[in-house]
Structure formats: C-alpha cells, structure tokens
T-cell receptor, first 114, second 114 residues
Framework: AQKVTQAQTEISVVEKEDVTLDCVYE???????LFWYKQPPSGELVFLIR??????QNEISGRYSWNFQKSTSSFNFTITASQVVDSAVYFC???????????FGTGTLLAVQP | GAGVSQSPSNKVTEKGKDVELRCDPI?????LYWYRQSLGQGLEFLIY????????KSGLPSDRFSAERTGGSVSTLTIQRTQQEDSAVYLC????????????FGSGTRLTVV
C-alpha cells in the first residue's frame, strides 16, 4: 500500500529562519513520483515540484530546495530565509502504479512570523 | 480553459438534499480526479477518470456518492441525500495522460450541509 507521512503538524518560525518540512513515504512500486504542493490561506493548491524515483538529484529553486533520499524513503523540503508569504499548509504526495492517483500526506502548517 | 474550473464555488444545502458539483478540466487533459478536504484535514482521494477507461472509484465513501465524465471532458460529482459529515471542500484536478507530469487543481467547491 502507498502511504505518505508528514510527522510535523505545525511549525512556527520567525522570518529569515530556514525551515525543513519532512516527508516520508511508503510504496512497493519501483517507479513512482513525489510531489510537494502549497496551500495558502486562499485554499488553492499550488504545485511546487515533481520528482521521479530514478532521479535522486537534489533540486534548488530560489529559496526552495528538496532532498530526495531513496535509502530513507524521504523527500524533504527546505525553505531558506523564510518569509511571511511562505505561511501556508504544505502537502507532500506520492503517485505510482497502475492508478496514478495522488496519495497525500496530512500536511504541515507553516507559520512564518514577522 | 487556462485552468481547472469548478462550480459552484460555494454551496449550502439542507441535509437530505442532492447536490451536483461540476468540474471543467484543462483542455487536452485526459485524466481527471476528485478529492475531498475536510476542515483542517488532508486530501482524500475520491475517484479518478482516465480517457475511456473504467474509472477508479475506490475512494468513494458510500453509495450516495457518484461521478460521471461526459465526452471525456466535464465531470459532475453527485452526492445524494447529503449528510452533515459531507461538508467539505471538494477539489478537482486534471492532468495529461499518466498524471505523473503534474496535476493542476481547481479552486474547489465548499459544500456546507445544514
């Protein structure tokens, strides 16, 4: 069965701090995809990144970076120099196998204080 | 269209009534998904359509829930005899075949059953 665990329910940081959001996944598929989505207070889900299981290269996009480690089944997300606009719920998700349906974690609420 | 469009954006209904929620996917996206997000919760998969294949209905919570997709485009999610526990935001997403290239979500329909 597929499962995504985001153990951090809520994180509060002060602006300019770095913060890492953890994501651990379970799957029996050899080919799978991992995603991060941002859900700001407006409610819309914003796609951030997709990684496939064969590409363990870490990725950096501006202040965002992702660390994918198959050995620990983790796909962690780091925001450097956080800003108030980063305040949102962040979801990690997994898809793979025949159905391609996205399985979401329960989300991490990030609050960045000014 | 440019994005996934859902209507209505808000729906208040009385317990026991039927409701229909509509989703217009991105043109050319053959895969369509419905998810439910209850207050403060993660996203729960409901149903997945891919082209002309039989839909994956494994996430529908009861036989009061059904969905159809006409002409491979617009989808309607129907909830019969609504209950208070059906109150949630219903999100639709679409993607290119396979889904793993990224899912685009609509803004959702907030359903309140009173």
């Amino acid at each position: 069965a597929q499962k995504v665990t985001q153990a951090q329910t809520e994180i509060s940081v002060v602006e300019k701090e770095d913060v890492t959001l953890d994501c651990v996944y379970e799957t029996r598929d050899t080919t799978y995809y991992l995603f991060w989505y941002k859900q700001p207070p407006s409610g819309e889900l914003v796609f951030l990144i997709r990684r496939n299981s064969f590409d363990e290269q870490n990725e950096i996009s501006g202040r965002y970076s992702w660390n994918f480690q198959k050995s620990t089944s983790s796909f962690n997300f780091t925001i450097t120099a956080s800003q108030v606009v980063d305040s949102a719920v962040y979801f990690c998700a997994l898809s793979g196998g025949a159905t391609n349906k996205l399985i979401f974690g329960t989300g991490t609420l990030l609050a960045v204080q000014p | 269209g440019a994005g996934v469009s859902q209507s209505p954006s808000n729906k208040v209904t009385e317990k026991g009534k039927d409701v229909e929620l509509r989703c217009d996917p991105i043109s050319g996206h053959t895969a369509l998904y419905w998810y439910r997000q209850s207050l403060g919760q993660g996203l729960e998969f409901l149903i997945y359509f891919q082209g002309n294949s039989a839909p994956d209905k494994s996430g529908l919570p009861s036989d009061r829930f059904s969905a159809e997709r006409t002409g491979g485009s617009v989808s309607t999610l129907t909830i019969q005899r609504t209950q208070q526990e059906d109150s949630a935001v219903y999100l639709c997403a679409s993607s290119l075949p396979g889904g793993n290239r990224g899912y685009t979500f609509g803004s959702g329909t907030r359903l309140t059953v009173v």
